[in-house]
């Protein structure tokens, strides 16, 4: 059997490993235009989050109490440990590859017809194919962007350069992350953003301390704002306001690179190509990750990757997505998994939890909330505001995902002290009897 994956990002590469367990035999092609390992490692999650922590350190010292004294960060030594981390070179998983005994083929994947996918001059026949080409930044139509030399992501996190004005449009995970790390670093940044608040996607209450933390950095955020034109070094606004910038950053989101599939005849939305429960979109073939547009997240790629694994190979696997987790890596971070949306709800302050006095001085403010369904008595989401929290939260993912009863949540013993026993606290505020 001949399967090609449309792909080489984390999705693809992890449909690969988790395949091979299944299959030995099956001739397994990939093919990537770009980096093998993908946007994550190379221009996203791992040098974004790598860039973030120097600045995150020294902003905990001045939480200290004066017992920690901190000097200038050295930029330029954060970008290097940035590019370590990054690497932009993909040898080792190439070679990775190669230890699967899964060909690689470097360049833009068309399909011709069902069956063949042609890349270049070479022709690939498949049996089975695996779409996991992702997405790229959605740019939006303002006029005059098209001739202006704005960053994204990718040159974000390439850069040697630590603009003196830097304009961030766009206030999702992405523009919120990168507008914090450069006001720490020493940019004055000015955040555009569209909406009537930050983070649109996400609890109200934990978008509010976000805010609340850049403007404390310093960053100048301008909420509600409409980007009407731009031109070489200024932005120009609905209500007649201008922004100056030295460098313009676009952070207006993703979307799926669903280029070169015409010839399969999928359904394809806006969000990205429509899959069942299976993750397929048409016979013999199958979507994960960001392309599908369910969840924009490498997790989420990952575990499509498995899905579609097991479901080739013959299994019953079905994906679940009541359970997402995600984490934005600002100061301070946010947590979430499920949907917080409806059901009952209760908040506990992190303020209130022990582990805050231990952890920093003067305490600022942070929360958990979690969500239950009051008949079935289980979770249905959570979120979480404070430190770390994307790591102690992920116990509820488990929880909703098990649909463990709340009673049994209850019952577990959170160590002591740590943030974790913030759950606890909001657990027991629940009230289920309404």
């Avoid at 202006?148 to 992350?177: I, K, M, Q, S």
């Avoid at 950095?217 to 201008?242: H, I, K, N, T, Y």
């Avoid at 289980?378 to 009673?407: C, D, F, H, N, Y």
Wanted: charged share 25%; hydrophobic share 45%.
């Amino acid at each position: 059997m001949k399967i090609v994956v449309l792909g080489g990002g984390s999705s693809g590469e992890h449909f690969v490993g988790a395949y091979r367990r299944l299959d030995t035999e099956a001739e397994l092609t990939v093919v990537e235009r770009r980096l093998v390992g993908g946007e994550c490692s190379y221009y996203a999650c791992i040098p974004t989050k790598t860039m973030l922590r120097a600045p995150e350190l020294a902003a905990s010292a001045h939480h200290s109490d004066g017992a920690v004294e901190v000097g200038a960060l050295n930029v330029q030594r954060i970008f290097a440990w940035r590019d370590w981390v990054a690497e932009r070179d993909d040898t080792s998983q190439v070679k990775w590859l190669a230890s699967q005994n899964a060909s690689l083929v470097r360049g833009d994947g068309v399909v011709a017809k069902p069956g063949l996918v042609v890349v270049g001059g070479d022709e690939l026949r498949y049996d089975r194919l695996v779409i996991a080409t992702g997405s790229t930044p959605a740019i939006p139509a303002i006029d005059g962007l098209a001739s202006v030399d704005y960053w994204t992501n990718v040159e974000a996190t390439e850069t040697l350069e630590v603009p003196a004005r830097l304009l961030v449009l766009g206030g999702g995970p992405v523009g919120c992350e990168l507008a914090q790390f450069f006001q720490r670093v020493g940019s004055q940044v000015t955040l555009v953003q569209g909406d009537t608040r930050l983070l649109s996607r996400v609890d109200a209450d934990a978008a509010a301390l976000v805010e609340e933390a850049l403007r404390e950095d310093g960053v100048d955020v301008r909420l509600g704002a409409q980007a009407q034109r731009v031109s070489a070094d200024r932005l120009f606004l609905a209500d007649g306001g201008e922004v100056e910038f030295d460098r313009l950053l676009v952070a207006t989101g993703r979307r799926a690179n669903v280029g070169g599939l015409d010839a399969l005849g999928l359904e394809i939305t806006r969000r990205g190509i429509e899959v069942d429960e299976r993750l397929r979109a048409a016979e013999n073939v199958w979507a994960i990750g960001d392309v599908t547009g369910i969840a924009p997240f490498t997790h989420v790629g990952k575990y499509h990757a498995r899905i579609v694994a097991y479901d080739m190979a013959g299994r019953d696997a079905r994906a679940d997505h009541r359970a997402i987790p995600a984490t934005i890596f600002t100061d301070p971070q946010v947590a979430m998994v499920g949907d917080t949306q409806g059901g009952v709800s209760s908040t506990w302050s992190l303020q209130s939890v022990p582990r805050l006095s231990t952890y920093e001085r003067p305490k600022r403010p942070g929360f958990v909330k979690v969500v239950a369904d009051p008949e079935r008595r289980v979770l249905k989401g959570a979120v979480a505001a404070g430190p770390e929290s994307g790591e102690w939260l992920q116990q509820l993912t488990l929880a909703i995902r098990a649909e463990t009863p709340v009673e049994v949540l209850l019952d577990v013993i959170q160590p002591y002290p740590t943030f974790s026993e913030g759950v606890f606290f909001a657990l027991r505020e629940l009230n289920l009897d309404l």
